[in-house]
Structure formats: structure tokens, C-alpha cells
């Protein structure tokens, strides 16, 4: 089994349940992301109902980063990690502090920033930037794969195969054919 910070995590695709894992996103960046509960999906947005959990899978090129805990202990970021809470709650971003995956996002950033020792305000302001946008972003592909899933619904709906299999003269939710008009009149 591969340790964190080793080569991709790939055996069987199942993470320790809300560890970090970093993926490949189609912009050709690595992102941090939360493993669910069930081990093989994850979350860009936290645990919230409306986060949808996608699957993981080989080609996002996942690397455990392990628990958020961890990975600060493992790392020596518990002054980032300190610096980091005190500037959202001086800043009023509780919602950052609470969140399982903002939080993490943010001292990742942090760390991949510059030196973790020299933590300035200016930084902790670019991170927390960073962590808004990237929220709006996911949020925006999460619309939508909403709009995609619900034009796909509807597309497929009972009735969709009547009408899209209709002549020009058959009134929707009929057999096609079964509205022949004026061809009736015309067979012996």
C-alpha cells in the first residue's frame, strides 16, 4: 500500500474516509479535494447536501495527501495552520474555519505559496482569495452538471421516444403514424 506523499494512490481507488487527496483537474492543475465517507468519491465544496460527490478514478491522478491532522503534523504547518484561523476570524470567514475542505484548500495554498514560515497578511489574503474563487468555480461546474443532468432527464423522459419518433402531421403523446390525415382518404 502507498504511503501519503508517495507515488498516486491507485489500489482499488478507495481513500481513508475524509482524508486529502490531490487530483488532476481539466485545466491541467492539481486540486485538494475530501474523500466522502464511503471512500471512493470525493468533495470539492465540504459535506453540504447540495455538494455533489464525484467518483474517483485512476485518471485524476490521485496522491493521498492523508487526514487534514496529519497532514499538518507531518508537514510543520501548525503555525500556518494558527496564522491561518486567527486571519478568518479577525476577517469574520467562519464559514472557512468550519468548512472540512476550504480550510484544508487554504493552508495547501499556504504551503505551496512560498515559505511556510513567512506567513504575511498579504498571503493569507491571496489564499483566501484563491479558496473563494476556486468554491465559485466548482460551484458554477456543479450548475452545470445540474442543467446537463436535468436537459438529459428530460430528454429521455417516456414520452421523449413518441416524440421525437413523430411525423409531421401525428399530434404528440400518439403512436406515430396514428394520425394519418388525409392518407386514409387515399387507400382503397
Known sequence: MN???NRPYTEGMSFPPR?????????????TVLVRLNAMTF????????ATPRALH?????????????????NGLQGVLDAAVGYLRKTGQHDVVADPVMLPKM???????????????????DALDGVR?????VRSAERLMMQYLDDLRRDVRPDAGKIMRAGKNDR???????????VN???P
Open 19 to 31: 482524508s486529502m487527496v490531490e487530483i488532476d483537474d481539466v485545466a491541467g492543475a492539481r486540486r
Open 3 to 5: 504511503k501519503p506523499g
Open 107 to 125: 493552508i495547501r495554498a499556504l504551503e505551496q505559496g512560498g515559505n511556510p514560515g513567512d506567513i504575511t497578511e498579504k498571503r493569507l489574503k
Open 43 to 50: 468533495s470539492e465544496r465540504g459535506m453540504q447536501d447540495g
Open 172 to 182: 404528440v403523446g400518439e403512436t406515430p403514424g396514428e394520425n394519418l390525415g388525409d
Open 58 to 74: 485512476p485518471v485524476l491522478g490521485p496522491r493521498l495527501l492523508g487526514t487534514f491532522w496529519e497532514h499538518v503534523s507531518r
Open 185 to 187: 382518404r387515399l387507400t
Open 133 to 137: 474563487r476556486d468554491e465559485q468555480a
